[in-house]
């Protein structure tokens, strides 16, 4: 029997589809392929990828993937780069400098991950920046200008950045250096603290993570300043010249060519006036002022001269002293504020009417003794006088006759005004005992006391150690570690007042003793 038509159309269609259904394919994993690698930097690159094929079903993530070891995976550092087939760019970022990293695209569909061939490549390493240093300028004494130019971080911030100098060749920032914050280009350094008249070497620096880079070395001398000097106190030679002298302490930093001291009437002396020429160099030197008048007050200063100038020394105050007693001695003399006193001990032999004082030689005399008197320490006048000058008894001051015409034995109230002049207070100046602080330093020579006991004579009233003749037994005592002497004033009949001044004492000492006791006398102008 013959089929219909439509049958024989419905069973043709249907052999065809099932034909057609055999033929398609599954999905599979996408194709593609790696991007080289361009932009390298010390933290980032960029790569990427091509997606060849889909794999027959939607691409729905795409990217690079890196890391230090082969094979980099998706699990690991990734980029995202959209979806679908076709090409892609792709940044690498926070990456580390020197680094050697392995690249791979990838591609992701339903049926999984796949990855392009791998490539590799190294970030740039980090290199010490680049700095040039600049050229020297507003030079002085004690400072100067310089600075830099950092053309190139070397792949990293500049975290600090400056000058750095010293005297020798190629300072490093462990020498002197200035900080002038952070990042790149030009920037400006003064330098100070310099010492004058000196060679220096700049280097401009430079640092980053890779180090300290530095700038060519290059060189300046700073100016030169005046000497620095200081003026020793003057002593009478005759009555009309005086020894003096300096010290050179600083040169300025340049050669000295001339030095010594000069002097005037008026304050602050200088070399258009009086003064010595007592050589070139540093250290220190002795001059002597001659044509010196009667009576005088003088004005002396040391000075030295460089190539920068003149500088002086200290003013000290110099009283050209007639200051000559009845056995023709003759004393220097100095200046402490309003009151002149002479600079060394009495050692006259007679007052000063002609009169003789009598030498009490016997300990025993000595102490039962209730006239005036004077004795030389242990009896030894050869050695002594010149050093040290007599020793008295109260009983001798007294007479107001001791000391040359023109002259007297201060009261114990101008000892107190000295006193204060040095720094003690009046109530300080009015206690008994060791009083004030350094007044005793002040007043001691700089040489001859025992135990350390030496002083800084800033008053140039230089007392000696000479010691005592004891009261009671007539005995010397001390010689090397004290001195004293008579004021003029009683405190009671048998007692009159004195300083003291020993080895282990910075202070002045003040109290009262037997008129007996000997003690040496300063004698101070009227």
């Not at 530095?214 to 009309?240: E, H, K, N």
Request: glycine share 12%; charged share 15%; net charge negative.
């Amino acid at each position: 029997m013959k089929k219909p038509v439509n049958y024989l159309l419905t069973i043709s269609f249907l052999a065809a589809l099932t034909a057609f259904s055999g033929c398609k394919k599954d999905p599979v994993i996408p194709s593609l392929t790696t991007a080289s690698v361009s932009s390298i930097t010390t933290v980032s690159a960029i790569s990427g990828g091509e997606v060849t094929s889909d794999g027959g079903a939607e691409v729905t993530v795409r990217g690079v993937c890196w890391g230090t070891e082969t094979n980099p995976e998706v699990t690991g550092s990734h980029t995202t780069d959209g979806e679908g087939a076709g090409s892609f760019s792709s940044d690498l970022t926070g990456l580390t400098p020197g680094t050697t990293y392995y690249v791979r695209a990838y591609a992701s569909n339903s049926e999984g991950t796949a990855y392009g061939d791998e490539t590799f490549f190294e970030t740039t390493a980090i290199m010490e920046a680049t700095v040039t240093t600049a050229e020297i300028s507003l030079i002085t004494s004690s400072s100067a200008v310089s600075g830099g130019n950092i053309t190139s971080d070397g792949g990293d911030a500049i975290t600090e950045k400056g000058v750095c100098w010293s005297a020798a060749v190629n300072p490093t920032t462990a020498d002197n250096k200035t900080s002038e914050g952070t990042g790149t280009g030009t920037f400006s350094s003064e330098m100070t603290g310099l010492t004058p008249g000196t060679l220096y070497h700049v280097r401009a620096y430079a640092v980053n993570s890779a180090g300290t880079a530095y700038g060519s070395d290059i060189f300046f001398t700073s100016l030169a300043v005046v000497p620095t000097v200081t003026t020793s106190r003057v002593m009478a030679l005759s009555q009309t010249s005086a020894s003096a002298g300096g010290n050179i302490l600083a040169s300025g930093g340049a050669e000295i060519i001339s030095s010594g001291v000069c002097w005037g009437t008026s304050m602050d002396p200088t070399v258009d006036g009086n003064h010595t020429t007592d050589g070139t160099g540093q250290g220190s030197f002795t001059s002597n002022l001659a044509g010196l008048v009667q009576n005088t007050l003088y004005y002396v200063r040391a000075y030295a001269t460089n190539s920068a100038g003149t500088g002086y020394g200290n003013q000290v105050e110099y009283f050209s002293g007639s200051v000559t007693d009845i056995d023709g001695n003759i004393y220097s003399a100095i200046k402490i504020e309003t009151q002149i006193w002479m600079a060394e001990n009495l050692k006259t032999t007679r007052y000063n009417d002609g009169s003789q004082i009598e030498n009490i030689t016997d300990n025993y005399e000595w102490a039962d003794i209730k006239t005036p008197a004077y004795s030389w320490y242990n009896n030894d006048e050869g050695t002594y006088r010149p050093k040290y000058g007599a020793m008295y008894n109260w009983y001798a001051v007294n007479t107001g006759k001791l000391c040359p015409t023109g002259w007297h034995v201060p009261s114990d109230a101008e000892y107190k005004t000295l006193e204060k002049y040095l720094g003690m207070t009046q109530e300080q100046a009015d206690n008994l005992g060791p009083r004030g602080t350094n007044q005793g330093s002040q007043l001691k020579s700089t040489a001859g006391w025992t135990d350390n006991g030496n002083g800084t004579n800033t008053s140039s009233f230089t007392a000696l150690p000479g010691g005592i003749r004891n009261h009671t037994t007539g005995a010397f005592m001390n010689e090397g570690y004290v001195t004293s002497f008579w004021s003029s004033t009683e405190n009671n009949q048998e007692q009159a007042f004195y300083r003291y001044l020993s080895g282990d004492q910075e202070k002045v000492g003040r109290d009262s003793l037997v008129k007996s006791a000997g003690k040496y006398i300063r004698c101070t102008k009227d």
